[in-house]
Nanobody, 124 residues
């Protein structure tokens, strides 16, 4: 079992930055990828980015490429989502998630564990 705790959301003006954190505990050795997803009101939960747990290769959705960066601190079992140049359309609840097996890292259905979510609100 893996437990994820995500944090770092808040209210920021357009053009600003936030850094989200996701701390993993439990059987972290079983994690293959960690992903970030977001869900705006009335919309489907969508893929934001992912990082291979070991090795650190990253993947990003097109709307956030060049603005968002995922990084890691292995000693703390923590992955970060640095969000720069934020836009009002980035407003959503952001979730970190972890999966045990390789596959389609875009698909939320293939993730086994989820954080509770953290609200990000970008004002115009």
């Amino acid at each position: 079992q893996v437990t994820l705790e995500d944090s770092g959301g808040g209210l920021v003006q357009a053009g600003g930055s936030l850094r989200l954190s996701c701390v993993a505990s439990g059987r972290t050795f079983s994690i293959d990828h960690m992903g970030w997803f977001r869900q705006a009101p009335g919309k489907e939960r969508e893929f934001v980015g992912a990082i291979r747990w070991n090795g650190g290769r990253t993947y990003y959705a097109d709307p956030v490429k060049g603005r968002f960066t995922i990084s890691r601190d292995n000693a703390k079992n923590t992955r970060y989502l640095q969000m720069n140049s934020l836009k009002p359309e980035d407003t959503a609840v952001y979730y970190c998630a972890a999966r045990r097996y390789d596959g389609n890292y875009h698909s939320r259905y293939e993730y086994d564990y989820w954080g509770q979510g953290t609200q990000v609100t970008v004002s115009s």
